[in-house]
């Protein structure tokens, strides 16, 4: 033994070795047929897949994926049926929702809502932040006038994280309801 390693070839012998086969010419060429005709034999079952098996995937955006009706997608607030209680506000857990309201006139003619309910607060702000939005579905639970829901409509990306805060008081908004609520 020399150092602290010991000396291998004391425990080798010809005997305890593994003999290599020695490589002819038919091996080489048989190693090769046999690699050509397992890369061939793996080609024929994906084309049959390719070929036999109708595609996963949807062509997008031309044909779009139907949402079952209870998804939680983008959230719309029917500003005109807004009582402006702040259920929906504080019920949030992500404090997304900015509501702004006053108290109406003694003097302003009486507003209702759809189901009767009597507006008491004009609402100057309703502004929901999506990009801080959990989609909970917290703030749609609580609301007495049923005014504020989700809808189906998934395609709302932006480039800029601001241009995701949207006012319900803008016209261009308060068109939504006639085409993503249902």
Not at 56 to 81: C, G, K, M, Q, W
Not at 89 to 115: G, S
Not at 126 to 149: K, M, R
Request: charged residues 25%; negative net charge.
């Amino acid at each position: 033994m020399s150092g602290i390693t010991p000396d291998i070839s004391d425990f080798a012998t010809k005997e305890s070795m593994i003999a290599q086969e020695e490589l002819t010419f038919g091996k080489w060429l048989n190693n090769i047929w046999r690699a050509v005709y397992t890369c061939f034999k793996g080609l024929t079952i994906t084309g049959k897949v390719i070929l036999t098996r109708k595609p996963v995937t949807i062509e997008y955006p031309e044909v779009r994926e139907e949402l079952p009706a209870n998804s939680r997608s983008r959230l719309f607030n029917d500003v005109d049926n807004c009582i402006a209680c702040l259920q929906c506000a504080v019920a949030c857990p992500v404090d997304c929702i900015y509501i702004t309201a006053t108290r109406r006139d003694k003097e302003a003619p009486k507003l209702k809502t759809d189901d009767g309910t009597p507006i008491k607060l004009d609402l100057k702000q309703y502004t929901i932040d999506t990009a801080l939005c959990c989609y909970c579905g917290l703030c749609t639970t609580v609301c007495p006038t049923q005014c504020i829901v989700h809808t189906t409509d998934y395609e709302y990306a932006q480039y800029t994280i601001g241009e995701m805060k949207y006012d319900y008081l803008a016209e261009d908004i308060r068109a939504w309801k006639h085409r993503i609520v249902k």
